[in-house]
């Protein structure tokens, strides 16, 4: 395998952090979290990152609360993937996909304010990315190519954008309706 992406890959990511910016008005590539995101070096450690993030779900429901476990096992899933073949060994990206993609699900976190009303839709919203994570994983099983890690970064672009959909609803207090949406077009393939 090449040990880098084609430069329409790299552009692709590039823009998707782009508009995850436009979008959130945060950057997922300069801020506290995702330099401390880019310092873990197991899903545990992430894990720890975003129980951060999310003080409030702690403090309503405590670490063995549904969003805890939802997020735990998300995680677990993104990071099974972002240490397979097909995204191992300098892809050409600065920043990760994986890593992204974790930022962006601490972003979202931290833009939850009314932990009541956006619990149970955040638990829904963490099983189907864990849902859909774990399908995507059929793809680190065959044989690691520059198309099929192309394939599996563009997929993790549209999460990433997934993500954002989902902090900029949050900020305008609509998360329930955008995960319905979600679950019946994007995910429920």
Do not use: W
């Not at 189907?128 to 995507?136: A, G, K, P, V």
């Amino acid at each position: 395998m090449s040990s880098t992406l084609s430069p329409d890959i790299q552009s692709l990511f590039g823009s998707a952090l782009s508009e995850y910016e436009k979008r959130t008005g945060t950057s997922l590539t300069d801020n506290e979290l995702s330099s401390r995101l880019r310092s873990c070096d197991s899903a545990d450690s992430v894990i720890a990152v975003l129980q951060d993030q999310a003080q409030a779900f702690r403090k309503y429901r405590g670490d063995r609360g549904r969003v805890m476990i939802r997020l735990n096992q998300a995680v677990n899933a993104l990071y099974t993937l972002s240490t397979s073949p097909v995204l191992v060994g300098g892809i050409g990206i600065p920043f990760p996909p994986a890593t992204a993609i974790f930022a962006g699900i601490g972003t979202l976190l931290s833009a939850i304010k009314d932990v009541s009303a956006s619990y149970d839709a955040l638990v829904e919203l963490f099983e189907l990315i864990e849902n859909f994570l774990r399908r995507l994983d059929i793809y680190t099983k065959v044989e690691s190519t520059t198309a099929m890690t192309e394939i599996v970064v563009k997929i993790l672009v549209e999460l990433l954008a997934t993500l954002a959909l989902a902090t900029q609803q949050v900020k305008q207090g609509r998360l329930s309706g955008f995960i319905l949406r979600v679950n019946a077009s994007f995910f429920a393939h």
